[in-house]
């Protein structure tokens, strides 16, 4: 993981040297922005998350998420996203586990040319794919997700949400009923840079009251950039949890690096 965490470092200095292409970048950056864009992507997100529990552990979360969109129709597209999360789990004072945790596999369906407002809506699914118990629920879980976002000028503002129940699986576990709503603020700049406020809020609504939520405070910054012929998004966040469950996180980082692949 720290190899990884070296990758997307090296990453994000390429992006400072001067390895840029020309003005496309600008719209590019806006499209790798939008959940819903007509646009193919691999984006590699590294979160690790500091001070859990009562030992202060440090959890990490490498989401590999590759978008691919369909062409449905000329006025509806289909946009699949698929989140395999690979994890490293703090357990007790000093164990760990790592491994692959529940895989999330959600569409939205789109208009292929929205207005003002772009919106996609479909269903999302967990599947209970971990490798280990510790990493995952062991119950199948379904529910809706919506994204809705704008674009005037520089800015894209816009909101992700779901909620997802348990309806099969492990009788001895837990059942499921969570909710995760992630807004974002992004801010345009020139050549290809961009501010950004992207935190993911979640409420586990299974949870003791007082123990169900996870808020985060906080933002970073990006660039597009170009390695030979492939452009590439690269940013990094961090993030302070103003409200959490009592071993929940302080704060968090999150790099991420996206493969762009547009049409």
């Known amino acids: ?3 990884l965490n070296y990758i997307l470092t090296l990453s994000l200095l390429f992006s400072f040297t001067g390895l840029l292409y020309p003005q496309d970048k600008d719209d590019l ?4 922005q ?12 590294n979160n690790t998350s500091f001070n859990i529990g009562p030992y202060d552990r ?14 449905l129709s000329e006025n509806l597209n289909l946009i699949t996203r698929t989140i395999i999360p690979v994890i490293s789990q703090p357990i007790g004072e000093i164990d760990s586990k790592f491994g692959i945790g529940d895989i999330n596999f959600t569409t939205f369906f789109s208009p292929a040319d929205p207005g003002k407002i772009i919106w996609g809506l479909g269903p999302t699914f967990f599947l209970p794919t971990a490798s280990d118990a510790f990493l995952g629920s062991e119950k199948w879980s379904v529910g809706p997700a919506l994204v809705v976002l704008t674009m005037p000028g520089s ?8 909620n997802v129940w348990s309806f ?11 909710m995760l709503i992630q807004y974002f603020i992004n801010y345009n700049l020139s050549d290809g840079w961009y501010l950004s406020s992207a935190p993911i ?6 949870a003791e009251s007082g123990q169900q939520w996870t808020v985060p405070f906080g933002g970073g910054f990006g660039k597009i950039f170009k390695i030979g012929s492939q452009p590439l998004n690269a940013q990094v966040q961090a993030f302070a949890n103003v409200v959490k469950p009592d ?8 790099l991420q690096l996206q493969f762009l692949f547009p049409k």
Do not use: C, H
């Open 1 to 3: 993981m720290q190899k």
């Open 29 to 32: 950056a806006k499209k790798s």
């Open 34 to 45: 939008n959940p819903v864009a007509n646009m193919i992507s691999l984006p590699l997100q």
């Open 58 to 71: 440090t959890q990490n979360v490498l989401n590999i998420q590759p978008v691919y969109p369909i062409t």
């Open 155 to 162: 800015w894209v503002i816009g909101f992700l949400a779901n």
């Open 168 to 178: 099969a699986g492990k009788e001895e576990r837990a059942d499921v009923n969570q």
């Open 201 to 206: 809020i979640t409420a586990n609504w299974k």
């Open 247 to 254: 071993n929940g996180a302080d704060w968090s980082m999150r």
